[in-house]
């Protein structure tokens, strides 16, 4: 008989048995997407369908959720429920049978035969039931309302009536179809996704995360504001890699928001900035988050084009959080840290192995043309060999750390599954329903043909579906609704794709549901809501920049170099203005009228020359009246320095 006690929660299975089946399942995960990333089965002259493999993905994932997930969400969990496990139970056996006969099945959709509809069913409610517990209701809300339209869109008026479907036929559909639960997205997260977490899980066992704060923070602490800097330099590479701007802040957070406070920064403006940088890492070259690959895929591109595309927008977002964390720290008088906190040179460049394995994976990912998963793979393997040979601080993996992070892998990579699953439905609807098409007609109808205003509708649309949404479901959902609408209009797919990721990821820290913002104010024990406020005056090119690069492709690196260099050097002028004028500091406070000046002139330098006829002379008028302002205030201060706040 398996172990059980009575506890808060009823009687249930014991954490000595439901842990280690949690654990392998994880485990199983892991190497299940491994051996598909590897080609594995091929070798061994098995034939399977992709989406046998998707199924056998989620057939392990929801049992995990349903074991390690409660029912109430942040309710600590030692005993499993009953009726917990008999969902894992079921879960599993629901899909692993659509996984075995779906050579079979995925032929008689159509003719709705008891054997589809029914795993159907249940596939489709304890994905939702699993995404609650691991997201919220939020997302749950949304695919639930896109379900009923699948059902009822033929009672909606006007130009979104949709083509009602039949429920049998609906809930097979989305369980066996590759437009469905087993469909692109899915696709991404069991092999992209699991791959570049395993890689990330493997730098943190090695050292490698510690190693980058290190470096960042002899690169950066020996200025003013370095603690701010080290923030920004530390989540830009964290982030990059974690997929998740929550994940970045908790994991980057917890050191560099308590240094930033030490520092004398306020509460919220620490937590601001932290917040900002670690959503900003998944737009940051050359990894980026889970999204970016998800792009490539429906965009039908190589990856590398989309990085290359957002490698410009990225650096000019940092390069505004630098800026102004500079200023601020100017403004204030924060001192560079000091030297004892600061590690030796010497020690931290014995850490210089870890960059070889980021070499390894740029060059298979730009030179060789590797498969996303296939380069994380061999870049991790090259990370394991020389941990093992070299170390960090004294730090070697065991065989039996590298072992376990193949199970924290698994369980790392459950919500991201879950909610890639969950955005199958979505896709599903759109394509069943027509609904992808009214939509993109209706917006652009509403957009009288104007870009510009269709422009402004979308980020309206992208910042309020984003609202309390992970970043990989914001994408998905915002990739279908708006982006072909500003395709439509003549807004090149790459720009469309990035500026909904912008103004998605936004939501991220644009009150009043900011997840990272309110993740960092809670670690700092800041006010959410002053948190947020600060977290969008430090992240404001974020929702400026989208706008530029849609008019002016130059700053996707699209159009003659000549062209493009001209445009990076006059948006950093740009930048730098307009943070001068938002930090009301260059050399020394600035005046209200002065702060309007460099905020005028910094916007008209941001403008690209080929955003539109005449841009050229706005870019002009602000980078000489720009420089023009910089150098009167160097020169007034020079007569008459003004100290610093302390």
């Known amino acids: 008989m398996p172990a059980t006690k009575q506890g808060a929660a009823g009687t249930g299975l014991s954490p000595a048995l439901w842990r280690p089946v949690a654990d392998t399942l994880a485990f199983l995960v892991t190497l299940t997407a491994i051996c598909w990333a590897l080609s594995v089965p091929r070798y061994l002259g098995l034939g399977f369908y992709p989406q046998q493999f998707f199924a056998a993905i989620l057939a ?31 879960s599993f056996a629901a899909v692993a049978f659509i996984a075995v006969g779906y050579p079979q099945f995925v032929l008689q959709i159509f003719s709705r035969p008891v054997e589809v509809w029914l795993p159907g069913i249940i596939i489709v409610v304890l994905v939702l039931e699993a ?17 009923l339209y699948a059902l009822f869109g033929n009672l909606i008026p006007g130009r979104l009536q949709g083509r009602p479907q039949n429920w049998q036929l609906l809930s097979g559909y989305m369980a066996l179809d590759s437009n469905g639960i087993l469909g692109l997205p899915m696709s991404v997260a069991s092999t992209v996704v699991v791959a570049f977490i395993l890689f990330g899980t493997l730098l943190g066992i090695t050292g ?53 406070k030490r520092d004398g920064y306020p509460g919220h403006k620490a937590a601001a900035i932290e917040a900002v940088a670690s959503t900003g890492g998944q737009l940051m070259p050359p990894v980026m988050g889970a999204s970016a690959f998800l792009m490539a895929e429906f965009l039908a591109v190589p990856y590398s084009s989309i990085v290359m595309a957002a490698l410009v927008p990225a650096l000019l977002y940092y390069v505004a959080l630098f800026i102004q964390a500079d200023l601020e720290a100017a403004k204030m008088g924060i001192l560079p840290l000091p030297k004892s906190e600061i590690p030796e040179g010497r020690i931290v460049a014995r850490g210089i192995h870890f960059a070889l394995a ?4 740029i060059y298979l990912l730009f030179w060789q043309h590797y498969q996303p998963e296939r380069a994380a793979l ?56 027509g609904l992808s098409f009214n939509l993109t007609y209706s917006l652009v109808q509403i957009g009288g043909g104007s870009a510009i205003v269709l422009l402004a509708l979308s980020a309206i649309v992208c910042i309020v579906l984003g609202m309390g949404l992970p970043t990989l479901g914001v994408y998905v959902l915002l990739a279908a609704l708006v982006a072909p609408a500003l395709i439509q209009v003549g807004i090149d797919p790459i720009g469309a794709h990035l500026y909904v990721l912008y103004f998605g990821m936004m939501s991220m820290i644009t009150p009043p549901i900011a997840l990272a913002a309110f993740a960092a104010a809670s670690i700092a024990k800041s006010p959410a809501m002053a948190t947020g406020w600060a977290a969008m005056k430090f992240g404001w090119l974020a929702y400026i920049i989208p706008f530029l690069f849609v008019f002016s492709p130059t700053l996707l690196l699209i159009g003659a170099p000549v062209d493009i260099a001209i445009a990076i050097a006059t948006a950093i002028v740009g930048v730098w203005l307009v943070s001068a004028a938002l930090a009301g500091y260059f ?46 205030e160097i020169m007034r ?10």
């Not at 690169?219 to 003013?224: D, I, S, T």
């Open 131 to 147: 995404l609650r517990r691991a997201t919220g209701w939020a997302l749950v809300i949304i695919i639930c309302a896109f379900l």
């Open 60 to 90: 392990l994932v929801l049992p995990i959720a349903f074991l390690t997930l409660p029912a109430r969400r942040h309710e600590a969990r030692e005993f499993v429920p009953w009726h917990d496990a008999l969902l894992a139970l079921v």
């Open 587 to 632: 050399v020394a406070r600035l005046s209200p009228v002065l702060r309007t000046l460099f905020a005028m002139c910094g916007l008209l330098a941001l403008v690209p020359a080929g955003a539109f006829s005449g841009a050229v002379f706005t870019d002009v008028i602000g980078v000489i009246g720009g420089i023009v302002l910089m150098a009167s």
């Open 208 to 260: 490698g995360s510690r190693f980058f704060t290190d470096a960042a923070m002899i690169g950066m602490g020996r200025f003013r504001g370095g603690s701010m800097k080290i923030a920004v330099l530390a989540s830009a590479l964290f982030g990059s890699i974690s997929g998740s701007a929550v994940a970045n802040v908790v994991g980057t957070g917890v050191v560099t928001i308590p240094m930033i």
């Open 378 to 433: 061999w870049s991790a393997v090259v990370l394991i060999v020389t941990s093992l040979a070299i170390g960090y601080r004294g730090q070697r993996p065991t065989l039996r750390q590298i072992f376990d992070s193949m199970s924290g892998t698994g369980h790392s990579v459950v919500e991201i599954i879950l909610i890639s699953a969950a955005s199958g439905l979505v896709i599903g609807v759109l394509n069943v329903t």
């Open 637 to 646: 201060n020079r007569r008459d320095p003004a100290p610093a706040e302390g």
């Open 358 to 361: 980021f070499a390894v994976l």
